[in-house]
């Protein structure tokens, strides 16, 4: 399988769209992309020009979760086919932030924008949680602060699909987020090369590559 990495910052140097996306499209057609995440977050624009190539993906495309995937990183992660993710990595979703400022037609404009992204996000949340969906009212309460969520968690409620072993990518080049519970910022002290592990891919290509037809279909 053709594999990418988001290991930086959406829209940083390795991970922004204009890098990214000529990747997805050099993939062989046949097999599922992988893509590898470890990333805070960053741009939403780099970030759904990004997802928009996987989702074209004809194979569809597996978000294997190295150790965090804050923010627009851990929105990638929803629309996936097949999310990987350690045991003791970290997913963290919120509803989407504008910093520009502007005139009154200017901030109304952002939220109509802001508006359609965070009903996608709710859109895709819901899709992946299913029988596990506590309603928009609870996911409206937890993604206007930040939600934050483990691997544990994650696969217990259906945002994860495969429970990888402890995170080979533990440390954090970038500044911890104070909001984050203590849990999380215990792991993103730790030493990468304390807890590096290994773990081989699974080969059940047919299942998700039907997955991803049945996906272009609807």
Request: hydrophobic share 45%; aromatic share 4%.
């Amino acid at each position: 399988m053709s594999e990418i990495n988001l290991i930086d910052q959406i829209g940083g140097p390795t991970a922004n769209a204009a890098a990214i996306i000529p990747e997805i499209k050099a993939a062989d057609p046949a097999e599922p992309l992988v893509v590898n995440i470890h990333s805070p977050g960053g741009s939403v624009l780099d970030g759904e020009a990004i997802l928009t190539n996987l989702r074209a993906h004809p194979a569809g495309f597996i978000a294997s979760i190295q150790g965090m995937a804050f923010s627009m990183a851990a929105n990638i992660c929803l629309a996936a086919d097949l999310v990987r993710m350690p045991k003791d990595g970290w997913m963290m979703l919120h509803f989407s932030r504008s910093f520009e400022g502007g005139t009154a037609m200017d901030l109304a404009r952002q939220k109509r924008v802001l508006d359609r992204m965070d009903e996608s996000l709710l859109d895709k949340l819901e899709a992946r949680l299913g029988a596990n969906n506590p309603g928009r009212e609870i996911l409206d309460e937890r993604l206007k602060a930040e939600w934050w969520i483990d691997g544990r968690e994650a696969a217990a409620l259906g945002l994860a699909d495969e429970l990888t072993g402890e995170a080979a990518l533990a440390a954090c080049a970038w500044p911890r987020p104070a909001s984050a519970p203590q849990e999380c910022l215990n792991y993103l002290d730790n030493s990468s090369r304390e807890r590096e592990t290994i773990r081989e891919p699974s080969t059940d290509h047919a299942k998700i590559i039907l997955l991803a037809r049945h996906r272009q279909r609807r």
